[in-house]
């Protein structure tokens, strides 16, 4: 059974210039489909989904208006937290905190608080996240904790990344077109399936999750045995 679904929500922008829309309407989009996916989710015992929102090198690449147009979104999200506690679901984050606005990160740790005895979905947002950049992280903290590195097991390694917490991902999908998963949760997708999709994120639906589970349930996971 499909237990945890990463999703790269790629093709927001395209979205936008093939209807002709300014920039700041894909993020509502976005956001509003976000929503329609989880609630499709819970209908199919999905337990835990992460969603790739913004990375690394969107924050350092991006026009600084479409900064500022998400940085807006994330620092208005405690309007959705009414309505997140009413549904039973539960935030966690994996980002570099230092990289966002001071009010963003505190409206994120909020959220993450707040609904931290949830349980009906887990629902993980990645932010300013890169996997080049989480090692970085991971290889300060091991060095401030002067571990033996000779005595370090592959689940000890894993207990200093993002998502320490959380089952392995199964399955990761990717809308926009593009067939490459970015190192996106690279250690542990070492068994997901990968399913890329010529759909935009915002046109991304039920029937596509549908396909998408159908893909993971057909795939013979023998996990190198």
């Known amino acids: 059974m499909l237990n945890h679904l990463g999703i790269i929500m790629d093709g927001n922008r ?7 829309l300014p920039k700041v309407f ?5 956001a509003e489909n976000v929503e329609k996916i989880v609630f499709s ?6 337990k835990y989904v992460t969603f790739w929102w913004l990375s690394t090198d969107n924050l350092e690449k991006r026009e600084q208006s479409e900064v500022k147009d998400i940085v807006k979104i994330i620092n208005g999200a405690k309007k959705y937290l009414k309505n997140i506690m009413k549904n039973g679901w539960k935030i966690e984050l994996i980002w570099d905190i230092k990289r966002l ?6 409206t994120l ?16 947002l990645a932010l300013a996240y890169g996997w080049q950049d989480e ?32 089952p392995v991902v199964d399955m990761i999908v990717r809308t926009g077109g593009h067939n490459r ?45």
């Open 14 to 20: 395209t979205w936008a210039e093939e209807k002709n």
């Open 26 to 30: 894909w993020h509502k989009a976005w």
């Open 41 to 46: 989710c819970l209908d199919k015992n999905i």
């Open 101 to 106: 606005p001071e009010e963003s990160q505190n």
């Open 109 to 124: 740790h909020e959220l993450v608080e707040q609904t931290k005895n949830n349980t009906k979905i887990t629902i993980t």
């Open 135 to 166: 090692i970085v992280r991971w290889i300060k903290n091991i060095t401030k904790l002067w571990l033996n590195i000779d005595d370090l097991s592959r689940e000890e390694f894993r207990s200093y990344l993002d998502l320490w917490k959380l």
């Open 181 to 225: 998963l970015s190192w996106f949760l690279l250690y542990d997708s070492e068994y997901a399936e990968s399913c890329f999709l010529d759909i935009n994120w915002p046109d991304f639906d039920k029937k596509h999750l549908d396909f998408v589970i159908n893909q993971y349930n057909q795939s013979k996971r023998k996990f190198w045995k």
